[in-house]
């Protein structure tokens, strides 16, 4: 299938085309995909007008961070442009909740947050600087829920946010991997923004690399351990794959959190998270039968 072309007879991005092809061999994924088309084409927008961040990250710095566990980005450091930033959370909000991912109530609630002078920008520091604080292999702790004084926000925030702040963090990733040697983090969340991994990738040479899923930095990790509880016993390790061995899925026996896995030693192009993670929602689908947790 040759790729589509935009308006101005570009080529649209291979994330899109493969997207497209998803949804073409599996029409029950067609809504995911949809929705998934469009953030991806808001993300890239907005990304194309971040500025480059001004880091000094030097030798000792990131020596030191990797010794304790910290993430590597603070806040401050984010180059954040507020007015871009409040039309992500808007038009993001408006996406999940024309696919009926997110409910009118809180996509009202959210929208004016993100109107409201300067009411945001709190809340968006402590979500960033609580979720860059949590060490779960080692202490267990989960993520504190974003608040404002007397007010109780959308749960649905915490994704809205996510998808929001993706832009700027992909930016800071892109600027900051090529100077960063990682080989002394061994922890289960990112070391530059202090996420969750969205899924992994499984290397021809049989080694596992974990993808952030809010700035999609990758690092490698242990093949065996649950990267959210550090458990390294095979025999509580529950693991399935797709019939063509492309897509794989390793579930907990002891927290019952699950990690999808891009196995590169079956495919012919390089993980695409953007469309690896639509394409893996039947693994997700069966991982939550199975009684785990994403």
């Not at 570009?10 to 994330?15: A, G, I, N």
């Not at 304790?68 to 038009?91: A, C, H, K, Y």
């Not at 702040?165 to 061994?186: N, V, Y």
């Not at 953007?274 to 069966?286: H, K, Q, R, S, T």
Request: aromatic fraction near 6%; include cysteine.
């Amino acid at each position: 299938m040759p790729p589509e072309r935009h308006p101005l007879g570009r080529s649209e991005p291979r994330e899109i085309t493969e997207l497209r092809q998803i949804k073409a061999l599996q029409p029950e994924l067609g809504t995911a995909v949809d929705m998934h088309i469009a953030l991806f084409d808001l993300q890239r927008r907005v990304q194309s007008r971040v500025s480059l961040p001004w880091l000094s990250l030097d030798d000792d710095r990131v020596r030191r961070q990797q010794a304790s566990g910290d993430p590597l980005l603070r806040f401050e450091e984010i180059p954040l442009n507020w007015t871009d930033f409040r039309l992500m959370v808007r038009q993001t909000t408006d996406i999940l909740q024309r696919f009926e991912a997110l409910d009118s109530d809180d996509q009202q609630q959210i929208q004016a947050l993100a109107r409201d002078g300067h009411a945001l920008e709190p809340v968006v520091k402590q979500w960033y600087v609580t979720s860059a604080a949590r060490h779960p292999v080692e202490v267990g702790v989960g993520v504190a829920p974003v608040s404002m004084v007397g007010e109780e926000l959308p749960a649905m925030l915490e994704q809205v946010l996510a998808l929001a702040i993706r832009p700027f963090l992909m930016r800071c990733a892109e600027a900051l991997a090529p100077r960063l040697d990682l080989s002394g983090w061994h922890h289960g969340y990112c070391p530059l923004c202090g996420w969750d991994p969205e899924l992994a990738v499984i290397t021809p040479a049989a080694d596992r690399q974990l993808l952030c899923g809010r700035c999609s930095s990758s690092w490698k990790f242990d093949p065996i351990a649950c990267p959210f509880c550090g458990n390294a016993d095979r025999t509580r390790i529950t693991s399935f794959a797709t019939r063509d061995g492309r897509y794989r899925l390793a579930g907990c026996d002891d927290c019952h959190k699950y990690i999808k896995a891009y196995d590169a030693r079956h495919a012919t192009r390089p993980v695409l998270p953007a469309v690896d993670a639509v394409a893996m929602l039947p693994l997700d689908a069966e991982a939550i039968r199975r009684g785990y947790d994403a």
